[in-house]
């Protein structure tokens, strides 16, 4: 149960940003946001050392 909560209380924070978004005309952000996202998940399937030659040949 703890793990829903915790679950919900995250989809809450990215629900607070898209209204936030929404409602002050940020539109631009979201793609910068995305971009950064991304490069935060290839930083860590680089760790993986079975993705690892992968993304390293991306870069």
Do not use: D
Request: charged share 10%; net charge positive.
């Amino acid at each position: 149960m703890h793990f829903i909560r915790k679950i919900g209380a995250r989809l809450e924070t990215v629900i607070g940003l898209f209204s936030f978004f929404v409602r002050n005309r940020r539109w631009w952000m979201l793609p910068l946001i995305c971009g950064i996202l991304l490069f935060a998940v290839a930083i860590f399937l680089a760790q993986s050392p079975v993705f690892g030659p992968f993304v390293y040949f991306l870069f």
